[in-house]
């Protein structure tokens, strides 16, 4: 089992940057595949961005490919989310989770975190 914190989420203006983190418990982090979500007010949660055990693959939604960043650091057991040119439509609760293979689907992630508010301002 794998608990799941993030953080630095926070208020930005439209085109500026954040980087989230999340921070694993556990000593197997590197066995899990991890991935980002977020949810919208009103709408359903979606796929962001996934990285492979060893951070050597990655894949994301079409919406944030070429200005969101997912990478990860197995000696720290954190993933991060590196998120630039940001638009209002990147507001969302956004949330890691791990999972043990595949990518995309919220059903391939077995382990989820609490959220983290992001507000980006026009």
């Known amino acids: 089992q794998v608990q799941l914190v993030e953080s630095g989420g926070g208020l930005v203006q439209a085109g500026g940057s954040l980087r989230l983190s999340c921070a694993a418990s556990?000593?197997?982090?590197?066995?899990?595949?991890m991935g980002w979500f977020r949810q919208a007010p009103g709408k359903e949660r979606e796929f962001v961005a996934h990285?492979?055990?060893?951070?050597?693959?990655?894949y994301y939604a079409d919406s944030v490919k070429g200005r969101f960043t997912i990478s990860r650091d197995n000696a720290k057991n954190t993933v991060y989310l590196q998120m630039n040119s940001l638009k209002p439509e990147d507001t969302a609760v956004y949330y890691c989770a791990a999972g043990y293979g595949g990518w995309g689907s919220q059903a391939k992630y077995r382990y989820w975190g609490q959220g983290t508010q992001v507000t980006v301002s026009s």
């Open positions: 990285i492979n055990r060893s951070g050597g693959s990655t």
């Open positions: 556990g000593r197997t982090f590197s066995s899990y595949a």
